[in-house]
């Protein structure tokens, strides 16, 4: 029996040996290591909660006060005795840890590491007093009986607890009057001991170190930026047996206070062990803590914002540049007055682009300079004419009649298209006439001649265009400036008189005492030069020079040396002399039609005529072109013959061949007092 008892016995304490190391074995744990906490079942009560990307965040702060205090407790128990009456276990937590103020001056409560005998610390919850740190009430405070045993880092300076500074990290026992504490700091390596402080509410993440040495009963306390690796000197190091306080499971854990300021207390992570070292933490798995203050602004903005300011604002400055220089460019002078020719009115842009920016220089004559271009929109060849002009005055006047003459329409006139005004310019765009001028084909040894047919014919034609001016329309038209270098070749080599009307632009003055003759030397008329008057019969001298010019291919008036060779004294002494034909132009080659040459000579010679009454009319004289008046009749008619012909200079002829030797392509336009008055008197 006593057999069997002593079995039964030692079976049960067997069993009962058994579950006790089954007790240690399963529900009790002796070291833990906690990145981050997303999904670790911490046990939270109070304002504690885990942030999304599982940062422990154990106060929210201010938003929250009627639960002050939070606290996070490892779910499981840990093992610090062997049993209740033994001695306490070595221990070793490592945590990193962030006092995140609301500003870089304010300050607020701070937080402990705490070890309980229970997963919370009731009686603490509600206290409202910010210097137990969620760890004790006021009649608790300091009561043996509580078993609580904690590292604070507080950010508070409380005057009743013997705080040494507000940024202190101490060893409490039962209570918060820490049994010891010191300023936050740690000792930099080489054993020399250099102490750098640390601010515990900087909002920057630091790492504590806790050892409990149960052999030697001491306890190391050690900070350290998170960047730098364990102090060899702890900063704070008692000597103490924890033995009184821990009982055989306790709870390990955090907890803090928010105060009314809103201070963030936050663990990133945590690593514990029971009788050895506790696992260090890897810096790089530990969640991020959320920016604090202002977003540091990144380079993007720093650099590329201003850069791009800069950029925009160039593309701007360009842009309104070029709208302006565009605008410039393209501006045009456009009146009320002028809305009524709408129609006759071209856009300078449109000039522009169609002549390419002016690009292409036909020629430049007396009145402006001369581009060739194309509409593109109308498929048409134009030629534009820039005219300067100076003042404002006038220039209604004339555009009304450039507006008239476009209305003129003639197969031997070339056809004016319109105009464009611009300030200090005007532009006449006309038909462009691929052949150029006449005078390229006469005078000057020309590479290209015309035969006697084409030249007939270009007579014919203008005769008939001037006919139109005079006689064919509502309206006389003078011409002014008869002569070969205005009339153009289209591409047929017909004749069209071109510039017509052009001179009475310069010829509006009214003023008596200064007369404006416009008109190229050696076909003005005397007349002309004497009263400035333009009349038919001006122009029909203009004509008569003209023929003489076709023919002969000289010019009115050329100089040789000293000698001005007058073209119509020298006809005449060839036909006086019976050899009419010898004026003939050699680059013909005597390949003409005797008859016509003969008439065009002596109908030249009868318009060249100084007395404008003794002038034939252009009628008269497209009659004898088309055969439909004899010369001889019409000599009769005009009661003069080739012995009556009288061919005087104009007067004060001589001093202008002087001023203007080259009498071919110029505008005898009178000295700059009348330039100024050139646009400026009404009519
Ligand atoms: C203080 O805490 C203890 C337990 O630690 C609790 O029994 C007591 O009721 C608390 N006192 C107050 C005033 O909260
Ligand atoms: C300590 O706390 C216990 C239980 O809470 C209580 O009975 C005891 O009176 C307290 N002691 C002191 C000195 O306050
Ligand atoms: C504070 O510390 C001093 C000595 O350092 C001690 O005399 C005093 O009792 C302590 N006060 C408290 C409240 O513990
Ligand atoms: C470190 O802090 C202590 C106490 O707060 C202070 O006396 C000391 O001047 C500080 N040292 C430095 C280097 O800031
Ligand atoms: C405690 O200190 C002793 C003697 O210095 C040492 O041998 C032992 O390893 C230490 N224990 C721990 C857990 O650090």
């Known amino acids: 029996m006593d057999f069997l008892a002593l079995a039964v016995i030692s079976s049960n304490l067997l069993l009962a040996l058994v579950i006790i190391h089954a007790e240690v074995g399963s529900g009790q744990r002796t070291e833990f290591i906690l ?7 911490l046990k939270l009560d109070g304002t504690a909660d885990i942030t999304p990307n599982g940062l422990l965040m154990l106060t929210k702060g201010f938003e929250d006060q009627t639960e002050p205090t939070g606290h996070a407790f490892y779910p499981d128990p840990m093992i610090f005795k062997d049993w209740p009456g033994g001695s306490s276990f070595s221990f070793s937590t490592r945590f990193v840890f962030a006092i995140v103020p609301p500003a870089p001056t304010t300050g607020g ?55 040494t500074d507000g940024n202190h990290v ?7 009057v820490s049994v010891k504490s010191a300023p936050a700091a740690y000792y930099t390596d080489g054993g020399a001991g250099k102490l750098e402080n640390l601010t515990l509410m900087s909002g920057q993440a630091m790492k504590v170190w806790v050892d409990y040495n149960a052999t030697e009963k001491r306890i190391d306390v050690t900070l350290a930026p998170l960047k730098v690796s364990k102090p060899s000197t702890p900063l704070l190091s008692l000597v103490q047996d924890l033995t009184p306080i821990m009982k055989k499971n306790m709870y390990v854990g955090f907890s803090s206070c928010s105060g009314e300021l809103n201070t963030k207390h936050y663990i990133l992570g945590w690593s514990f062990r029971v009788n050895g070292q506790a696992q260090d933490l890897d810096i790089s798995k530990l969640p991020k803590l959320p920016r604090i203050g202002k977003k540091p602004t990144p380079k993007l903005l720093t650099i590329g914002v201003p850069l791009l300011c800069v950029f925009f604002v160039s593309i701007l400055i360009f842009g309104l540049v070029y709208h302006i220089r565009r605008k410039m460019k393209y501006a045009e002078v456009l009146e009320q007055w002028e809305l009524i020719y709408t129609t006759h009115r071209f856009k300078y842009k449109d ?54 003459l476009g209305q003129l329409r003639h197969r031997n006139l070339v056809t004016l298209l319109g105009y464009c005004r611009r ?24 590479k290209v001649t015309l035969n006697w047919y084409q030249r007939f014919r270009v007579i014919k034609g203008v005769a008939s265009g001037l006919l139109y001016l005079h006689e064919g329309w509502e309206q006389l038209v003078i011409h002014r400036d008869v ?94 002399r019976g050899d009419i034909l010898e004026a003939t132009d050699p680059n013909l080659k005597r390949e003409f039609v005797s008859d016509e040459v003969e008439l065009v000579l002596k109908l030249g010679m009868a318009c060249s005529q100084s007395e404008p009454t003794l002038r034939p009319t252009m009628q008269q004289v497209v009659q004898c072109l088309e055969g439909d008046l004899n010369i001889q009749d019409l000599f009769s008619s005009l009661r003069t ?9 104009q007067d004060g002829f001589d001093d202008m061949v002087m001023s203007y030797p080259s009498s071919s392509n110029q505008i005898f336009s009178a000295p700059s007092y009348i330039e100024e008055s050139i646009l400026s008197g009404g009519r």
């Open 109 to 163: 409560p701070g937080m402990a590491f705490v070890v309980a005998p229970q997963r919370g610390l009731p009686g603490a919850e509600h206290t409202q007093s910010r210097q137990f740190l969620g760890l004790f009430n006021q009649s608790s405070n300091g009561n043996s009986s509580n078993h609580v045993f904690a590292i604070e880092l507080d950010t508070l300076w409380s005057t009743g607890f013997n705080d």
């Open 170 to 176: 101490g060893i409490d026992i039962n209570g918060v």
């Open 351 to 404: 000039l522009y682009n169609a002549t390419r920016g002016f690009r292409d220089l036909l020629g430049t004559g007396g009145f402006g300079s001369v581009y060739r271009g194309r509409l593109a929109s109308l498929k048409l060849d134009i030629a534009v004419k820039k005219i300067s002009h100076d003042s404002k005055q006038g220039v209604r006047e004339f555009v009304a009649e450039i507006v008239t």
């Open 483 to 576: 002569k070969a270098s205005n009339v153009l070749l289209d591409a047929e080599l017909n004749g069209k008189l071109g510039d017509f009307g052009l001179a009475r632009l310069y010829d509006h003055g009214t003023d008596p005492h200064t007369t404006h003759v416009v008109g190229t030397l050696g076909y003005l008329a005397p007349e002309h030069t004497r009263r400035g008057k333009a009349t038919k019969a001006t122009d029909v001298f203009s004509f008569g020079a003209f023929l003489l010019e076709v023919t002969t291919g000289r010019r009115p008036i050329e100089t040789e040396g000293n000698v001005d060779s007058i073209l119509v004294d020298w006809v005449h002494s060839c036909w006086k």
């Open 35 to 41: 990145h981050g906490f997303r999904s670790n079942g």
């Open 423 to 446: 300030k200090g310019e005007l532009l006449l765009v006309y038909d462009y006439m691929p052949k150029g001028s006449l005078d390229k084909f006469l005078f000057n040894q020309p």
């Open 641 to 649: 013959s080739l012995n009556q012909l009288m061919f005087t200079p």
